[in-house]
């Protein structure tokens, strides 16, 4: 396992892209060449369950939602089994999301995630997407007018 100048294995960087691959093919069968069994999420979406298994229908409810899904790496580097990613989110809100009905309007939504690594699979992923971001371009959220001082 030669290293990368991304700090990160081959196999550590390509059980990363895996993983978004997933998203991106609408395929959540790629889970399992990229997380272990016991992977932990951080935090666990609505109605998320723990694990590998619980990420799958995620895949498959993201997928419905936007089926153009691409989830980009922008940045990739880590050192030790941990690594940080910034990505983008990109689609068009096709199928219901979370109880709110397909709007037909485009999204890019920044994603920031750290993960550890133990034998080239990921263990664990702590996450922060911008969902706010997202209601506002679908119109989910409800308009503000702007506050002057």
Known sequence: MSMQQNGLTKAQQLAIETLYRAFNERNPDLLDQALVPAWQDT??????????????????????????????????????????????????????????PASNKPIAIAIHEFHYLDADRITHTWH?????????QI????????ITF
Do not use: C, S, Y
């Not at 922060?128 to 506002?136: S, V, Y």
């Open 128 to 136: 922060l997407e911008d969902w706010f971001g997202m209601l506002n």
């Open 43 to 100: 935090p666990l979406g609505p109605g998320q369950q723990p694990g590998l298994a619980g990420m799958k229908p995620v895949v498959e409810m993201f997928g419905a939602a936007f089926p153009d899904v691409r989830i980009t790496i922008l940045d990739m580097f880590g050192r030790d089994g941990r690594a940080a990613v910034r990505a983008q989110i990109t689609g068009t809100h096709r199928g219901a999301f979370f109880g709110i």
């Open 139 to 146: 119109g989910a959220w409800p308009p503000v007018p702007f």
